[in-house]
């Protein structure tokens, strides 16, 4: 057997005779140990999504505004900026023919008179010396057709004309009543004294049949037992007659009643009339507070300034309010979203950086969308308007900000499921 001997460098038996390093020796099994460290640390690592949405800062009593209803001139400011002002409160008067002052102290009148009536029909005293003449404007037409039905309405109540003339036929009925009573009497009593004659005359009729006595006596009978139902015959017609009469007062009590009731109506349609008119104008030439609260400028007034119809001179701000906001949920991860969940709120007006964040939680979400297609969610503000680094921030109507809804906690193995899920399925 013919053997064959090969032989190398020494530079290739030296490769070939050289034990690997012990990296190479293990790299596959490492590579595979830390495969399966890196899929384990995958699944044990989980971040949650984040959701962000639009987000607008309100309030339960947000600040509320005062509005001009007409174009108009500035006459008077009434209040200072940030002046704590009371609900109705005039703020500042515009442009009008009537004299202000006067108007609301016509209102006060009016008011008064309202609650009076109708216990009270005389004019308060403290109005008595109060001349509306001229110093009305544009109410004065009114005014003047309440003051001429107040007048007839003072005027009989004043007199006490229909009170005396009710009184009066209150009284004439009352003795009607008494005469009736009297007629009855006397109607009962000539009945008894006919029935009394007409049993005698009966007796004396059994004496003519048989001869006792003679007939002339039983005619006269006869004419004294149909004199005795003469009294009884007027004295029915007397009570017929006073019935009529009773019925004839009754009806005029009724008919005073009636005049008495429709002048009260009427005054008090013509007062409620009025009323409403002062009210109108009121709220288009008198700028009053809406509410309880501070009172702040839209912009620099001052007096002959001009605003215009629908215009926001005031802002009246809430002393006590609890702050939330309402949130704009897109379409997009909308199933992530939940109540409960926690909200980062970063307010435009306040960089996150130097101001921190607010920290919200959803209470509601809308089960219906917006008008675009977006759904509102309120979210409560736990720490108020104390941000994460202590500060807080000033409220500001509507300030906008951008929400990042922290949702459930996803593993890193879980989302690249996901994605090579989504991927194979749009190559199949």
């Known amino acids: 057997m013919t053997s064959t001997l090969v032989t190398h460098s020494d530079e290739l038996e030296e490769i070939i005779t050289s034990r690997p390093h012990w990296f190479i020796r293990i790299g596959t099994s490492l590579f595979f140990v830390l495969l399966a460290a890196l899929l384990t640390l995958s699944y044990l690592v989980k971040f949650p999504t984040i959701v962000r949405c639009t987000f607008f800062m309100t309030s339960s009593n947000a600040p509320k505004s005062v509005v001009a209803k007409l174009n108009g001139r500035i006459v008077q400011i009434l209040v200072r900026e940030r002046q704590a002002v009371a609900p109705g409160q005039p703020l500042a008067y515009l442009e009008s023919t009537a ?13 008064q008179l309202s609650q009076n009536h109708p216990s009270a029909r005389l004019m308060p005293t403290d109005f008595q010396s109060v001349d509306f003449a001229n110093q009305l404007g544009e109410l004065q037409s009114r005014y003047q057709e309440f003051a001429q039905i107040r007048s007839q309405y003072h005027s009989t109540g004043a ?20 005469i009736e009573k009297n007629l009855t009497q006397q109607s009962e009593l000539y009945s008894s004294d006919s029935q009394l004659a007409g049993k005698e005359l009966a007796a004396q009729q059994q004496l003519a049949t048989q001869g006792v006595i003679a007939p002339a006596d039983v005619r006269r009978e006869e004419s004294r037992a149909l004199a005795k139902q003469f009294p009884l015959k007027q004295a029915e017609s007397a009570r017929l007659n006073n019935i009529s009469a009773q019925a004839a007062k009754e009806q005029e009590l009724l008919e005073l009643n009636k005049l008495v009731r429709d002048q009260a109506e009427a005054y008090l349609q013509s007062l409620n009339t009025l009323r409403s008119a002062v009210a109108d104008w009121k709220s288009r030439f008198i700028l009053s507070a809406p509410g309880a609260g501070k009172v702040y400028f839209s912009r620099f007034l001052e ?34 979203v939940k109540v409960g969940q926690k909200v980062l709120i970063k307010l435009d007006g306040y960089p996150f ?29 736990p720490d108020g308007l104390r941000t994460t680094y202590g500060k807080k921030v000033v409220y500001r109507n509507r300030i906008s900000a951008t929400a990042e809804v922290i949702t459930e906690e996803t593993s890193l193995f879980d989302r690249i499921f996901y994605q090579l899920r989504a991927s194979f399925g749009t190559l199949n």
């Open 303 to 336: 007096v002959n300034q001009v605003v215009r119809a629908n215009e926001e001179v005031f802002f009246l701000g809430s002393t006590s309010t609890h702050y939330y906001g309402q949130m704009l949920v897109p379409q997009q991860n909308l199933g992530k």
């Open 353 to 381: 950086k130097e101001y921190g964040l607010l920290n919200g939680k959803i209470a509601t979400i809308a089960e219906m969308p917006t008008t675009d297609n977006n759904f509102l969610a309120k979210v409560v503000l």
């Open 99 to 111: 004299n202000h002052a006067q108007v609301l102290k016509l209102a006060q009148y009016l008011d």
């Open 159 to 178: 007199a006490a004309f229909f009170s005396k003339k009710q009184q009066l036929l209150e009284g004439e009925l009352a003795n009607l009543k008494r």
